[in-house]
């Protein structure tokens, strides 16, 4: 597969837009609904506004080999970048600042050292 298109206006997250990333496909999405914080606009596809510009999109990318080479590898590294440890990671992080932020200093433990959950002592 060449690109995947996906013109979803709802979908919340569009795990099937991951997968297609993963799998080397750029992918093109609407720019409305979760999908378009999935993709790295330009670099592992493009998310559009309209349908004349979805159309262009696929075919900009299945015809410009290039263009199609470089997305497929973006894709590929963006999708792998992605997993539930660094999703925590992030949110963790989150609350380190809030509670910073808030006076509350606290360090809270890693999940990168397959520790299964963080705690937190107030």
């Keep these: 597969m060449d690109v995947f298109a996906f013109p979803s206006r709802t979908d919340t997250f569009g795990n099937v837009v991951l997968e297609a990333l993963a799998s080397g496909v750029p992918a093109v999405v609407t720019n409305e609904g979760g999908?378009?914080?999935i993709i790295r606009n330009g670099e592992t596809g493009f998310a559009v506004s309209d349908v004349r510009e979805f159309s262009a999109a696929v075919e900009r990318i299945a015809t410009d080999a290039s263009l199609l080479a470089r997305m497929r590898l973006a894709a590929r590294q963006s999708a792998m970048s992605v997993s539930w440890d660094a999703v925590?990671?992030?949110?963790?992080?989150?609350?380190?600042?809030?509670?910073?932020?808030?006076?509350?200093?606290?360090?809270?433990?890693?999940?990168?050292g397959r520790v299964p959950a963080r705690t937190l002592a107030l």
């Design 35 to 37: 999908p378009k914080f």
């Design 88 to 112: 925590f990671e992030s949110v963790y992080l989150a609350y380190e600042r809030s509670l910073h932020a808030a006076g509350r200093p606290v360090r809270l433990l890693s999940v990168r």
